[in-house]
């Protein structure tokens, strides 16, 4: 059973709109959530990342929401930008945990149109 | 500064043979682990190493083996090739404090045939 679920495989946004991209999971115990995004031929880079005692958290064209009640985040990109297409992952953990209890989701591939 | 650098980046093998992945990062970082991404999986985790001399199974151990050979480095060994361990593998470092975001290599691409 998938504890972090991205349902949309692919995204396809025009340049200059905003890139909407979702998250749900499913373990109460998940306090802590990430963002990597990915490049093809590339590792995963840390994107954001926002812990349970916030609902946003901004960073220049970046920001995460969460809402625990309904067990959702999603990442806003506004504007997209050609160099924001990537598979953009999302990831979970308890508060405090070590890396090795993080659960990734299956990623979405965003594609930015010039 | 390199950050986590693996090797090799492309790799064939047929069913039965053997190979180890080499990873090593210059972060200074306690822990580091091997995950592999599969289409439609995500990142699942194989092995990690919380620090120097400890090794523990993740999510997806059958089949592979590690070595922590120093602070550095962090080796993946497949002893027989299997077509399902076919995959792009991921090696990462983190500073192991906790609630902690990792640092990846850049991954190899590996097929078994």
């Known amino acids: 059973d998938q504890q972090v679920k991205q349902n949309s495989p692919s995204l396809s946004v025009q340049e200059g709109r905003i890139s909407i991209l979702n998250c749900d999971y499913t373990?109460?115990?998940?306090?802590?959530f990430l963002w990597y995004k990915k490049y093809p031929a590339e590792g995963p880079t840390f994107l954001i990342s926002?812990?349970?005692?916030?609902d946003k958290n901004e960073d220049g064209r970046f920001t995460v929401f969460l809402n625990k009640s309904a067990k959702h985040l999603s990442l806003h990109i506004v504007p997209s930008q050609p160099g924001d297409s990537a598979v953009y992952f999302c990831?979970?953990?308890?508060?405090?945990?070590?890396?090795?209890?993080?659960?990734f989701g299956a990623g979405t591939i965003l594609r930015v149109k010039s | 500064n390199a950050g986590v650098t693996q090797t090799p980046k492309f790799q064939v093998l047929k069913t039965g043979q053997s190979m180890t992945l080499q990873c090593a990062q210059d972060?200074?970082?306690?822990?580091m682990y091997w995950y592999r991404q599969d289409p439609g999986m995500g990142l699942r985790l194989i092995y990690y190493?919380?620090?120097?001399?400890?090794?523990d199974k993740g999510e997806v151990p059958n089949g592979y083996n590690v070595s922590r050979l120093n602070k550095r480095e962090f080796s993946l060994r497949l002893e027989s090739a299997a077509p399902s361990q076919t995959s792009v593998y991921f090696c990462?470092?983190?500073?192991?404090?906790?609630?902690?975001?990792?640092?990846f290599g850049s991954g190899t691409q590996l097929s078994v045939l």
């Open positions: 990462a470092s983190s500073e192991g404090q906790g609630g902690e975001k990792l640092f």
């Open positions: 972060m200074n970082h306690n822990s």
């Open positions: 373990n109460s115990m998940f306090d802590y």
């Open positions: 190493s919380a620090s120097e001399g400890t090794t």
């Open positions: 990831a979970a953990s308890p508060a405090g945990e070590y890396g090795n209890k993080l659960v």
């Open positions: 926002i812990s349970s005692i916030k």
